[in-house]
């Protein structure tokens, strides 16, 4: 696992209005993403709306309604662990490819929350709970908000 090389950002979102969008399987370890992603948006000053959906194949029509609403950002946690079949892989890319076309489509950034591991133990050691190594909940929401400034920044100038 590599934590190694992540930027330290500091944000303040004052005033953004951010969309959490959160898949339902794997529970403890989404509680743990959805706990670190609230930790860093308080952090930043901001209050988001927490949408929950059945599985992360379902984040990006979830990420869109958000970004085609008005969010200034979205933040998207899952976990997606493989199995025996392909499965994984079809989900794994539709999630990844779908909230990528949210961010690009609609110029709304998207934090990218979404844990595609081999096992639950690698989900977990991701999930920002007590003994974790990481926290990608507080990553994604992090860089989502970080974004959001920057494009803020961009829009002001362009």
């Known amino acids: 696992m590599s934590g190694a090389g992540a930027p330290t950002l500091e944000v303040d979102g004052t005033g953004l209005r951010v969309v959490v969008v959160a898949a339902q399987w794997h529970t403890r ?6 706990a670190g992603a609230a930790r860093a948006l308080e952090a930043a000053h901001v209050e988001p709306t927490v949408v929950r959906v059945p599985g992360s194949f379902e984040l990006p029509v979830a990420a869109a309604v958000a970004a085609r609403s008005g969010a200034d950002a979205v933040v998207a946690l899952g976990v997606v662990i ?65 974004t959001a400034l920057a494009l803020r920044g961009l829009r002001v100038t362009v």
Request: aromatic share 4%; with cysteine; net charge negative.
């Open 29 to 34: 370890v989404m509680d743990g993403l959805l």
């Open 82 to 146: 493989r199995g025996g079949t392909p499965h994984f892989d079809y989900v794994c890319q539709a999630a990844t490819a779908g909230l990528t076309d949210v961010a690009v489509s609609t110029g709304v950034p998207v934090g990218f929350g979404v844990l595609t591991t081999d096992d639950e133990q690698q989900a977990l050691d991701r999930a920002g709970l007590p003994g974790s190594a990481e926290d990608k909940g507080a990553e994604a929401a992090e860089a989502a908000v970080a």
